[in-house]
């Protein structure tokens, strides 16, 4: 009877894992200033009051490095120029289609990145279930929710791979055109085709669709290229006909992916999604973490406050620690977006009398809210590695206290194409799609529900199994936890003290190295007189290698030969050291600590005293008796020396130090 798969107590030690493998490779990422690719910054404007000279001074230095319209000074080439340009002609109309109140809020938002609420927030993510595991039971993201936040329609007409038209205009998404800049600089203000549908107001078909196509890709899908992707080209045509499209479904499904991939593969944080979203969704029903306290308006959406305000300074800890030990949330947190009256259509609320005009509006909206299924994901099918279709969960049920209902254990299990699983199904042909997208119509056709007043709570049947279900989630103490799974996020306060800590080592090292303290240079002082002492780092006398020419043999036979010098610890330097025998081929006997007494009864040979062959015996007698080691260093060869009767002997070089 469960609803949730029998390996979800590992989820923490599964986030563990993927949290400390990538979280530190990735670091680069989480420290940058910058937030996630695709997320919807705006640059400011030159012209704009409110843009810092930091700001501008980047916009300068990126400009000075190549040619880069979307960040132009001027503002000449960005969307938002494109915007207030097209506004004044076009408000009426999509304000008829529904989607005016989405285009103001991403006109005149900054967009502010909470990472740190991001980041805790994705610890108690579970991708087969698409919903938040607390304490207290699930949470998610619902149609409800993106409708009072951000106006994405809950309903309207259906849109997905299943049901593409064709392409009505030829809009180049090459290369060199899909970057922002380029992409406004050749739309903005274009005539159009003479096959094109009438234009609306003097603003071309085919300018109405590039536009209507950057909106969707900068803002709704966000690829972390940053880039226009040909994707949605279908959906932007259909919007510009005329449409009521259900966008609600449709972007929900692309952030349960993103929510997916992050938290099933290598932290991949910069999966194509509007993580925006799901950054307001969670600062509206959490407002402990929130930058700002909303104040429910009937006539404006809930987003543009969060948006605008500045973001709060927290830290990952923070967050993953309220979530943690969040217990409860009550009715004021959860009935937000329930009593919120816009856009006007959430006013056909489920206590309220529909009439015979809003009476399927009321059934198809709530229908959409309510219904547990699986969304399609995608809007190409089987065109390509870089475009994926298939479906994802949408799961009400399993939340039913933020609608109004009291929560029970959601059951039946979903019958999902995911398996209620983190896998995924990949549709490879357009009737896979078909089949989901009828089989949802079907629900939607049967679907009832009676006037009712919303209530809010937990059955005890709920709360007993929930506690059974989360028993081995949250027992560990938080410290614990937070340890282990933040100890190498950058956004980690003890990430960020352990990172100061190593900068200020680094610098008492360098100011060290450049100005050594007194002792330092003391200790260096000691250590090269006691080197002088003792003679190392000094060159020793030379003495024949067995087998080598003799002096007199030798055409440089008039040079020298000095004798080995007893050495101990207390014994004086060595006797002034003679030359070698040839230049390049010149050896050194070197003595270990411990072996000079045996050394010292060598017979010595010099200029005045003995004769090599009375020499070379007592060093093969010495050698013999394995009283000491002999090794050698060549000045230039190390690997072989003449021999005395022309061919090559080889030796093995070994230098010793004492």
Request: net charge neutral.
């Amino acid at each position: 009877m469960e609803s949730i798969p029998s390996d979800s107590g590992q989820f923490f030690e599964d986030m563990k894992v993927a949290m400390e493998k990538d979280l530190g490779k990735q670091a680069s990422v989480w420290e940058s200033a910058k937030p996630f690719k695709g997320w919807p910054t705006r640059i400011p404007l030159k012209s704009d009051p409110t843009a810092t000279k930091e700001a501008l001074s980047k916009k300068a230095s990126s400009a000075a490095g190549k040619p880069d319209h979307s960040s132009s000074a001027d503002g000449k080439f960005d969307w938002y120029h494109w915007f207030k340009a097209l506004e004044p002609k076009l408000k009426g109309y999509w304000k008829k289609i529904g989607i005016y109140d989405t285009l103001l809020l991403c006109a005149g938002s900054p967009f502010p990145c909470d990472r740190s609420l991001i980041i805790a927030a994705l610890c108690f993510w579970s991708s087969s279930t698409n919903c938040m595991r607390l304490c207290f039971g699930m949470m998610t993201p619902n149609l409800l929710d993106l409708a009072a936040i951000v106006d994405l329609r809950p309903h309207g007409e259906d849109f997905s791979a299943a049901n593409l038209p064709d392409g009505k205009v030829g809009l180049d998404f090459h290369k060199s055109n899909k970057n922002s800049g380029s992409w406004v600089k050749t739309y903005l203000g274009h005539g159009g085709d003479p096959t094109d549908p009438p234009s609306i107001n003097g603003v071309s078909y085919t300018e109405h669709v590039a536009f209507l196509v950057m909106w969707l890709c900068k803002f709704l899908a966000c690829p972390k290229s940053g880039g226009i992707t040909k994707e949605f080209q279908a959906l932007a045509e259909v919007l510009a006909d005329g449409h009521q499209v259900a966008m609600g479904p449709i972007f929900l499904a692309y952030l349960y992916r993103w929510l997916r991939e992050v938290t099933t593969k290598p932290m991949d944080y910069h999966a194509s999604s509007p993580i925006w979203i799901f950054q307001l969704w969670l600062q509206l029903y959490f407002p402990e973490l929130s930058p700002t306290t909303v104040c429910p308006n009937d006539k404006a959406l809930l987003g543009p406050p969060l948006l605008n305000a500045p973001r709060r300074k927290h830290c990952v800890e923070d967050c993953f620690r309220f979530f943690y030990e969040c217990q409860e949330r009550t009715r004021e947190h959860l009935s937000i977006c329930l009593d919120h009256r816009f856009p006007d259509y959430l006013a056909l609320d489920l206590s309220s009398y529909p009439t015979a005009e809003t009476k399927d509006e009321r059934h198809n909206m709530w229908a959409s809210i309510l219904i547990s299924r699986d969304l399609p994901y995608g809007l190409i099918v089987n065109k390509g590695s870089n475009y994926h279709c298939g479906g994802e969960l949408y799961y009400p049920a399993a939340a039913g206290y933020q609608l109004g209902f009291i929560q029970s254990i959601p059951i039946p299990p979903m019958d999902s194409v995911n398996l209620l699983s983190s896998w995924r199904v990949e549709f490879k042909d357009a009737k896979e799609v078909t089949t989901l997208t009828d089989f949802n119509q079907d629900l939607v056709k049967s679907f009832s529900i009676p006037i009712r007043d919303p209530r809010f709570g937990d059955s005890n049947i709920f709360i007993h199994w929930w506690k059974e279900m989360s028993a081995g989630w949250f027992s560990q103490p938080c410290s614990e936890i937070e340890d282990r799974i933040l100890k190498h996020c950058p956004c980690s306060l003890a990430f960020q003290q352990e990172k100061e800590k190593k900068k200020a080592q680094a610098k008492v090292d360098t100011a060290e190295k450049e100005n050594p303290p007194t002792k330092v240079i003391e200790r260096e002082s000691l250590a090269k007189s006691a080197n002088a002492n003792s003679g190392r780092g000094k060159k020793r006398p030379t003495a024949p290698i067995q087998g080598s020419p003799r002096p007199a043999d030798h055409p440089s036979s008039s040079h020298s030969i000095g004798a080995v010098q007893s050495a101990t610890t207390s014994s004086a330097a060595p006797e002034t050291q003679p030359p070698t025998l040839e230049k390049g081929i010149g050896a050194q006997v070197m003595t270990s600590v411990g072996e000079d007494e045996e050394i010292a009864n060598i017979p010595k040979i010099g200029p005045n005293t003995g004769d090599l062959e009375t020499y070379e015996q007592g060093w093969a007698e010495h050698i013999g008796r394995g009283g000491g080691k002999v090794t050698t260093t060549l000045e230039q060869d190390r690997s072989t020396i003449p021999h005395q009767n022309g061919t090559r002997a080889n030796i093995e070089t070994n230098v010793h130090d004492r």
